[in-house]
Every structure is written in structure tokens, then in C-alpha cells.
């Protein structure tokens, strides 16, 4: 088995330390300006290249002439401000000329000196001095000679007159902090930020735009963003698509959900009405707060807008094609042509696609269950595992990136089990969990690995009883039960009745976590077919509750009776809202794979689902479906 495999893992056990060292080390060796991305470019040009009265740094025409005097130092506590700011653009001309950087030993005394005396500047001087800084040759680290004193000192003085600031005059020199690449770095645009909120939702459409920009560059709100959706249902008509890409690039990344339904309504409308003309970028981060607002009330726009996107898949690009996948997984609405259709992009373009977007796309494919006409989703799944031993050094920087995708690929019935054994090796999992509980995928990849092992199809290594003990306790639900030890919701319920109304035909039924690796228990009934009555679950063989064991019949009935095909162990499974897909006949792939491994374990599945439970009127109504449909799928 490990005969392709073990150079793979070999090869990741001796790179591994590399890696690590790399990551560890990365704020060493970056440039200064870490902070810059494609996405935050684009979104800053569509406030550059705006008519509108955006506070941004322009060319400034009348800077003064730069001097040679930070080369005599010494005269600089003496010296004016206006020379000062001259011998300072001197000495970025002299770094530029030269290709120098600005840690050369020849500038310390002068960026010394300017240090001390930049209190003494104006505000156009110190913008300037900002403005210079973006022009010397790029430093090797944030955190070089001279550069960090530099920003550092300026970062101090410019929160010092943050309150005498107006708020364009906050944004400008935000802007200017946000082109040396350091918003996340000092503390100014954070400060800026919070002045900004007292009074957000009286700003104009430009300054919301801008200020929803920085919020987006810091990656957490800073404030009420409920104040930014207020001003934005305000302005929504003022604004460009791109604009309110911008916006909802903010709402995302910040974490924030777009609460007004009035608002998103007319989100999903502009968007739909514009996807002719929408760029990738503005594209992706509307789909993407999209995706992360919407509930129920928004099902119905949202399956409009899926139906209008799929013209658009050979237009945009891979990434934002995956976005217009995911868009219906929360709600767990999918348009079956349009996902073909990104699926047989993602077969023709798949070696161009990083090791996490094959994840997410896995995670499409996993969650809507599709079997499309053309078969594209089960090509693609039998492809990835080749693609996969391809990645190595994606899969050393992003291990979970590829746990996830076995986890997914495992849900469409697809395991490769010398990449299984390589996930399981102890050396891999400290990589993908260098401390702390392995994720949950582990779980399920460890009880996947079981299960084959059990049919003689897996050698590999597996987790340690231990550690599924720990996952057992952890990763599965309390078992339902109405003693006020834990708050019920919907299901438990739902598993309470059943289990009652279960009981005026049965005796002897328990709730069992069957298969711990998924988090809600079943209601489990062990049958002999020729008393034609229930027994009771062999409490010696059992182990108890949370204990992350896999059930099967030997555990449920004893070592002996296990090899008795008249006893029969039903499972009965709730398929819940969240098992299936709306609006179509097929159980998510999740719950697809549960009851498959339950039929692997020799049980036979029962599954009633939750809208079928509650047409029942009365008790006797429950009883009669519970026999009608024990009858069909247990022979009972």
C-alpha cells in the first residue's frame, strides 16, 4: 500500500521542518509593505480613480527642494521645520540615487534627529514625511534601522492630533499609512477609526466607502457596524457597484453580518440586474456576504440570482466561479445546472487552482450531493487525489487544506487510502495540530479508516484510543433527555417523541452515538426476528456513552449473537432540515455518507424525516407510520 505513498510522506516528514522554520520566521524577512493584496489594490483604485472627493494621497506639485543638510545632523535641533522637512526629502532622494537603504549607517544620526524633532512639523509636513517614506527603496523588514523609528515617531505624533483632525482629514492620512503598507502595524488608522465611529452614520457615501476600506485592512470592527449598514441602506442608491464591493468586503472580513433583509433584498437586485458588467473582485465579495447574511427570508431571491449567475461561468474567473458555488451551502440551496457548469470548469482548469480552493470546491461537491448528467463530480473526485500528491509544499503550508479535502472526498464515496494513511501518521497530524485537539475531521477520517480496516481494505496508522476518547467527549452531542441537564432544541425533541411514541411498540430502546464521529446520536432497536420482539443491548459489550467507539453489531449485541442474521440492529436516523438539500430528493453528503456507513456496519438505517414527523396529528397517527415504516426498511 505504501509504495507510491511512503516517498510522499517521506518526502513531507524532511521538508517539514523547513516549513515550519519559514512560517516561524516570516516577520523577519518580508518586506515592509506585508499588508498589500490584490484585493485590497483593487479596491483602493476604485477610490483612486473615483471623480468623486475621496481622501487620498495625490502627487503633491509644490514640495519644496530637498537639501543636503541630514548630512551635517548636528544642526537639525536648531534647524527650522521647514528645513528639517527639506533635509528629510534630501535624504529620500540620496537613498533613491543611490540605492541605499535608509538602515545605511550614514543616515542614523539624521533620522535620529528628525525623530526628535517632529513634533516641531506641520500637518502638510508630516503628510510629506509619510508620502516620503512610501518612496524609498523598499526596506527588508517593518522593523529595520531607522524605518521603525521613522514610522514609529510619526505613528505617536499623528495620534496626538487625531482629535483636532476633521474626518477628511483622518482619512487622508490613513491613506497615506495604508500605502507604506503598516494599517495593521501602528496604532493611528485603529485610533482614527474610533473618532470616525461616533459619528458614522451622518458620514457621506465617500467617506462611509473609505472608512468601510480601513475597517477591512484591520480586519475587525472597530465600532457598531450596525451603524454602517444604516448609513449604507441610506446611500445605497449613490454608490457604484464597486463601491459596494467595497462595503461588503469590509461586512466580510470584519465578520460582520448584514442584518437588514430590506437591505440585502436590494443587494441581491442591483447585483443581479449588473452581472453583465461586475468585475471579479467586487463580484466575489458580494457573493460572499451574500453567502454569510442570508437566511430563510432571502431563499428566494438568492435561487434568482443562482439561476441569473449561470450564464457568467465562462466569463469570470476560477475563483470567482467557486464563490457562485459556495453562494447557496449555508442555506444549502443548489441550482444543479450551474454547479455542473463550474464543475466541468474546474475539471478543464483544475491544475491552475490552489490547494484551497480544491478544498472548497470538494466541500461543493461534498455538501449538494450532485449527480449531474454529464458525471463531471465523480471524474473530478477520482481526479483530486492525483492532483493532491502534486501539492507538497501547498500541503506543508496548509495541512488542514488537505484533511479537509479527504474528509469532503470521503463524503462522495471516495477514498484513497494511502493519502488516508498519510493524514493519520502521528508525524503529519503534529503538523496539521501542533498542539491541542485534533479538528474534527480527524474524527471522521480515523472512522473512515475504521471502517475499511474493517472490511480488510486499510493497514495504515489510526488515531490512538486516547485521543478518540478525548474526540468522543468532546465532538459528540449530550444524548437528549428531558431532566433539565441540557437546554433541547428542535431534533432532541423531535428524537424524544420519537423514541415514545417508538416505545408503546418496543421496548428496550436506547439513544447511541452508532457512529461518534458524527455529532448527534440515534435512536438504536435491536430485533429478533423469530420471538418477533426486542432485546435489550448487551450492556457487557457496549462501552458507555462519549466514549468515541464505533458500534457495531458486535458491540451492540455480543461477540456471539453478532453472527445471528436473525437479529437485526436498527438504526433510526432524523433527517433533519440541514440533511437535505432544499428543494430537491437527495440528503446532503454527509448524511449520505452516515447512513453508508451504517449499512457497512450491518445495520440497517431508518430514516424519518422532520416535515413527515410533524404532518402526524395525534399519537395513534405516530404509531402507525412508526409501523409502516419500520415494516418497508427493517422487515419488522
Not at 513634533?119 to 508630516?126: G, I, K, N, V
Not at 503598516?182 to 451622518?202: F, P, T
Not at 440515534?522 to 458507555?544: F, K, T, W
Request: aromatic share 8%; proline share 5%; charged share 25%.
Amino acid at each position: 500500500m505504501w509504495t507510491r505513498m511512503h516517498c510522499l510522506w517521506r518526502s513531507v516528514r524532511h521538508q517539514t521542518p523547513f516549513h515550519l522554520t519559514r512560517q516561524l520566521a516570516t516577520s523577519r524577512v518580508l518586506n515592509a509593505r506585508i499588508f498589500m493584496d490584490r484585493e485590497n489594490q483593487f479596491a483602493h483604485g476604485i477610490l483612486t480613480e473615483s471623480l468623486k472627493p475621496y481622501q487620498v494621497l495625490r502627487p503633491s506639485i509644490q514640495e519644496p527642494s530637498p537639501s543636503e543638510g541630514f548630512l551635517q545632523p548636528q544642526q537639525g535641533s536648531s534647524a527650522s521645520p521647514e528645513a528639517l522637512y527639506s533635509d528629510f526629502l534630501g535624504m529620500v532622494e540620496h537613498c533613491k540615487r543611490l540605492e541605499l537603504q535608509i538602515s545605511d549607517p550614514r543616515y542614523d544620526a539624521f533620522s535620529r534627529c528628525y525623530c526628535e524633532q517632529l513634533h516641531r512639523l506641520t500637518d502638510e509636513q508630516l503628510l510629506g514625511t509619510l508620502r516620503g517614506l512610501g518612496k524609498l527603496p523598499t526596506p527588508e523588514s517593518t522593523k529595520s534601522r531607522n524605518y521603525m523609528e521613522l514610522w514609529n515617531t510619526l505613528d505617536i505624533e499623528c495620534c496626538r492630533r487625531i482629535e483636532r483632525w476633521s474626518s477628511a482629514e483622518l482619512l487622508l492620512v490613513s491613506d497615506a499609512w495604508y500605502r507604506l503598507g503598516l494599517v495593521r502595524i501602528g496604532e493611528y488608522v485603529w485610533l482614527a477609526l474610533k473618532k470616525l465611529g461616533r459619528k458614522l452614520r451622518k458620514l457621506p457615501p465617500e467617506q462611509l466607502v473609505q472608512a468601510m476600506f480601513l475597517c477591512n485592512l484591520l480586519r475587525r470592527p472597530v465600532f457598531e457596524m450596525f451603524d454602517f449598514e444604516l448609513n449604507l441602506a441610506r446611500c445605497f442608491d449613490q454608490m457604484t457597484l464597486a463601491e459596494l464591493g467595497v462595503m461588503a468586503m469590509g461586512f466580510f472580513k470584519t465578520q460582520t453580518q448584514i442584518r437588514n433583509p430590506e437591505l440585502l433584498a436590494k443587494i441581491y437586485e442591483r447585483l443581479g440586474n449588473e452581472l453583465d458588467s461586475v468585475e471579479d473582485i467586487p463580484l466575489v465579495a458580494l457573493l460572499k456576504v451574500l453567502r454569510y447574511s442570508s437566511k430563510l427570508p432571502q431563499v428566494e431571491p438568492l435561487k434568482r440570482l443562482l439561476s441569473a449567475l449561470e450564464p457568467q461561468v465562462e466569463r469570470v474567473s476560477l475563483l470567482a466561479c467557486l464563490h457562485m458555488a459556495l453562494l447557496g451551502c449555508e442555506l444549502q440551496t443548489c441550482n444543479d445546472s450551474l454547479v455542473e457548469s463550474i464543475l466541468l470548469r474546474f475539471e478543464r482548469e483544475s491544475s491552475s487552482a490552489r490547494l484551497k480552493d480544491l478544498e472548497r470546491i470538494c466541500l461543493v461537491m461534498a455538501l449538494f450531493n450532485l449527480n449531474s448528467p454529464s458525471g463531471v463530480e465523480q471524474r473530478l473526485a477520482l481526479q483530486i487525489p492525483e492532483l493532491l500528491r502534486q501539492r507538497l509544499d501547498e500541503i506543508t503550508r496548509h495541512p488542514r487544506c488537505f484533511t479537509n479535502c479527504l474528509q469532503f472526498l470521503s463524503m462522495r464515496g471516495v477514498h484513497d487510502v494511502e493519502l488516508l494513511g498519510v493524514v493519520l501518521e502521528p508525524r503529519f497530524l503534529q503538523l496539521a495540530y501542533r498542539s491541542g485537539m485534533p479538528g474534527r475531521e480527524y474524527f471522521h477520517l480515523d472512522g473512515l479508516a475504521r471502517i475499511l480496516a474493517g472490511e480488510d481494505q486499510y493497514q495504515g496508522p489510526l488515531l490512538t484510543e486516547r485521543q478518540r476518547q478525548q474526540m468522543g467527549r468532546l465532538y459528540t452531542q449530550y444524548l437528549p433527555e428531558r431532566d433539565g441537564r441540557f437546554k433541547l432544541n428542535t431534533t432532541d425533541r423531535l428524537l424524544l417523541e420519537i423514541r415514545d411514541a417508538t416505545s408503546h411498540l418496543h421496548r428496550h430502546l436506547s439513544f447511541r452515538h452508532v457512529l461518534p464521529h458524527y455529532e448527534r446520536c440515534d435512536l438504536v432497536l435491536c430485533y429478533d426476528r423469530r420471538q418477533r420482539r426486542a432485546v435489550p443491548v448487551d450492556a457487557e459489550s457496549c462501552p458507555e456513552d462519549y466514549s468515541g467507539v464505533i458500534l457495531t453489531r458486535k458491540e451492540l449485541l455480543g461477540e456471539e449473537r453478532a453472527q445471528d442474521d436473525q437479529l437485526a440492529t436498527v438504526v433510526i436516523v432524523i433527517a433533519g432540515w440541514n440533511n437535505v438539500i432544499r428543494e430537491k430528493e437527495r440528503f446532503t453528503g454527509q448524511m449520505e455518507m452516515k447512513l453508508r456507513q451504517l449499512r457497512q456496519l450491518g445495520h440497517q438505517p431508518v430514516v424519518i424525516y422532520w416535515h413527515e414527523w410533524r404532518e402526524l396529528e395525534n399519537s395513534a397517527d405516530r404509531q402507525d407510520f412508526l409501523k409502516r415504516r419500520l415494516s418497508q426498511v427493517a422487515r419488522i
